[in-house]
């Protein structure tokens, strides 16, 4: 049933002693929640995707760059992770502007990264072991150097309009060309480039070499949809849809001019993207029925030739009301995975979670489940390859606690490559920096604006280059911290961050996580504690302290109703616990940073 409805809660409210606050139970079943029964769940919604960036993942020649038969010596690696799916940041043929989000053919292989051909191996690969590949799919854009560009600068027949172009003005004072709006990129800057050959201007709302496709055009709605039974074709599982909240902007009024977007407020940089409120750009209804279209596509494909259920996963930082108009509506099927950013936008302004207290950690995770349609089925992504690492804007002593999080909230889990290791954030110099967004900006403010810190290289040993790669050097700089935080010293330590991922994947596979009711609170101001519940099954509760202090006396039977008996199932590090040792719920101990997985006994 697609349709969006107030998700029933359960409110209970407790005096809590010691000036700590309240606690808010709220109850979600998911049964209800969910557009299917047990028998008939997809394998998407019980799946654990893991996200591949290709340039950082594992080079196999030599030349200091990921690449495909990197991955596909790797994929070991993820089937013994537990991963279902994973999918790739772009591969196709691109000069790397914006490292590969600026695609010259959407039909073919960057060679940097390999071939056609190595792409089919890795699918052939893949699915020895079970794995699907998700492919990065980038609408909203193409690089200038994409013929389908090259030809609309000269007006070739079919496709003039493939790209948006507008005369601009003159300045009657001053003589001088202005743009035919104040619309600002996401790289700083005008959003309006003069193209001299054509005479008029285009729009680009990321870098100057990515102008944005016309899709009020409909040969280019046809063309992307081309491009998508291309790759269905060559056996992906689905798309992660990029940057979708662009892909329309408001038409011109009958004069033909663009609206100038109002000032946010938010900073006094006029270059910056957020010194406007993207009203005009972004976030247009046109864009919701885009993705309905692409996603009716993927499931006449699937009506045709067969075979499991091709995915479509939406990457939107929009507000919520926005987002989840993405799953659908009465009558028509959405995404089935509207990215859920929350715990990447959640809590802090600044994106600096590190002292987010138990409230704060309910509230990102009420935000979501609180607002979902009925029917469908949520999703947690904790990082990925344009935030910071989630231990750097979380906190490293709290790794293991938000792995736990994400493998025990109900849904699917997204993980970005490293954040099961525990990767952290490689502070990058002026000087090494490759990221467009911080390149456009000066040695002053470009660490504000930098992806790079989070796309550093795999870490896969102790060796020369992390094992990542046999070149002197990489495309960017390793982090030092590899000699200890690497997959070989990982895999033989029982108590690191891989083994305790591990742990929590294989725990994941129960059914009490796969389809069970659940119920969460803030207790106090320390801790967080969620049930997992099934009829005829193991129950679960995740007790986490979030705070670094210690606490005591603390009554989850309460808040959670977990009467009985229960016994320790994982710790982490932290929590100084031994597995197996029976605890009781209303009167618990946890040391700063402690989170247990509890079992009834």
């Known amino acids: 049933m697609f349709r969006i409805t107030?998700?029933?809660?359960?409110?209970?409210?407790?005096?809590?002693?010691?000036?700590?606050?309240?606690?808010?139970?709220?109850?979600?079943?998911?049964?209800?929640?969910?557009?299917?029964?047990?028998?008939?769940?997809?394998?998407?919604?019980?799946?654990?995707?893991?996200?591949?960036?290709?340039?950082?993942?594992?080079?196999?020649?030599?030349?200091?760059?990921?690449?495909?038969?990197?991955?596909?010596?790797?994929?070991?690696?993820?089937?013994?992770?537990?991963?279902?799916?994973?999918?790739?940041?772009?591969?196709?043929?691109?000069?790397?502007?914006?490292?590969?989000?600026?695609?010259?053919?959407?039909?073919?292989?960057?060679?940097?990264?390999?071939?056609?051909?190595?792409?089919?191996?890795?699918?052939?690969?893949?699915?020895?072991?079970?794995?699907?590949?998700?492919?990065?799919?980038?609408?909203?854009?193409?690089?200038?150097?994409?013929?389908?560009?090259?030809?609309?600068?000269?007006?070739?027949?079919?496709?003039?309009?493939?790209?948006?172009?507008?005369?601009?003005?003159?300045?009657?004072?001053?003589?001088?060309?202005?743009?035919?709006?104040?619309w600002l990129q996401a790289f700083r800057g005008s959003a309006w480039e003069w193209n001299d050959e054509r005479q008029q201007y285009y729009l680009h709302q990321f870098a100057v070499q990515q102008p944005d496709l016309n899709y009020r055009n409909p040969a280019v709605v046809a063309q992307m949809k081309r491009v998508l039974t291309y790759w269905l074709d060559r056996g992906v599982a689905g798309f992660r849809i990029d940057a979708v909240p662009w892909?329309?902007?408001?038409?011109?009024?009958?004069?033909?001019?663009?609206?100038?977007?109002?000032?946010?407020?938010?900073?006094?940089?006029?270059?910056?993207?957020s010194y406007l409120k993207h009203i005009y750009t972004q976030d247009q209804p046109e864009t919701v029925d885009m993705v309905y279209q692409w996603r009716t596509l993927l499931d006449d494909y699937k009506r045709i030739h067969g075979g499991d259920t091709r995915i479509l996963m939406v990457e939107t930082y929009s507000g919520l009301d926005y987002v989840m108009q993405f799953y659908g509506n009465r009558t028509t099927k959405g995404a089935h995975i509207p990215f859920n950013?929350?715990?990447?936008?959640?809590?802090?302004?600044?994106?600096?979670?590190?002292?987010?207290?138990?409230v704060g950690f309910v509230k990102i995770i009420n935000s979501w489940l609180g607002q979902m349609p009925a029917g469908q089925t949520a999703n947690w992504v904790m990082g990925n390859h344009d935030q910071r690492r989630v231990g750097s804007r979380y906190g490293e002593p709290r790794i293991d606690l938000m792995n736990m999080l994400q493998m025990f909230l109900p849904g699917v889990s997204i993980t970005y490559q490293g954040e099961e290791l525990g990767m952290t954030d490689l502070d990058i110099s002026w000087e090494d920096t490759r990221d467009p967004a911080a390149c456009n900006s000066d040695p002053s403010i470009y660490e504000s604006f930098t992806r790079d810190p989070s796309r550093t290289p795999f870490q896969w040993s102790s060796g020369a280059n992390a094992g990542f790669s046999t070149n002197s050097t990489t495309w960017l700089p390793i982090n030092p911290n590899y000699v200890t935080v690497n997959v070989d010293t990982e895999s033989a330590d029982s108590t690191s961050h891989l083994k305790f991922y591990k742990e929590l994947v294989a725990l994941r596979q129960t059914k009490t996580l796969q389809y069970g009711t659940t119920r969460y609170a803030a207790v106090n101001d320390n801790v967080v504690a969620i049930r997992r519940s099934l009829s005829g099954q193991t129950s679960y509760v995740l007790v986490a302290n979030v705070l670094d202090t210690s606490v005591s006396?603390?009554?989850?039977?309460s808040v959670l109703y977990a009467?009985?008996?229960?016994?320790i199932k994982l710790a982490n590090p932290a929590?100084?616990?031994?597995v197996g040792n029976s605890v009781t719920l209303n009167n618990l101990a946890l040391e700063p940073y402690a989170a247990l997985i509890l079992e009834s006994a």
Not at 252 to 270: L, N
Request: glycine share 8%.
């Open 6 to 182: 107030k998700l029933l809660v359960t409110l209970f409210v407790l005096a809590q002693q010691s000036g700590l606050g309240q606690a808010a139970a709220v109850d979600l079943d998911l049964e209800r929640a969910s557009s299917s029964s047990e028998a008939t769940r997809d394998w998407w919604q019980v799946a654990q995707f893991y996200q591949i960036y290709p340039r950082s993942f594992k080079d196999s020649n030599g030349d200091g760059i990921g690449d495909l038969q990197g991955i596909i010596s790797q994929l070991n690696y993820l089937k013994n992770l537990g991963v279902t799916a994973t999918w790739l940041s772009p591969i196709y043929t691109s000069p790397m502007v914006d490292f590969g989000y600026d695609i010259a053919d959407f039909f073919d292989i960057q060679p940097e990264y390999g071939t056609l051909s190595d792409f089919d191996q890795l699918i052939s690969e893949a699915n020895k072991l079970g794995l699907k590949i998700i492919l990065d799919f980038v609408p909203n854009h193409s690089s200038d150097e994409n013929v389908w560009f090259k030809k609309s600068v000269k007006r070739e027949k079919g496709y003039e309009d493939y790209y948006v172009w507008h005369d601009g003005y003159v300045n009657a004072s001053t003589g001088e060309r202005t743009p035919p709006s104040n």
């Open 247 to 273: 892909c329309f902007e408001v038409l011109p009024d009958a004069e033909g001019r663009y609206p100038d977007e109002p000032r946010s407020g938010y900073t006094d940089d006029p270059d910056d993207s």
């Open 341 to 358: 950013f929350q715990f990447i936008v959640g809590g802090n302004g600044d994106k600096n979670n590190t002292k987010l207290n138990a």
């Open 553 to 557: 006396g603390v009554d989850v039977a």
């Open 563 to 567: 009467p009985g008996s229960y016994k």
């Open 575 to 578: 929590a100084k616990a031994t």
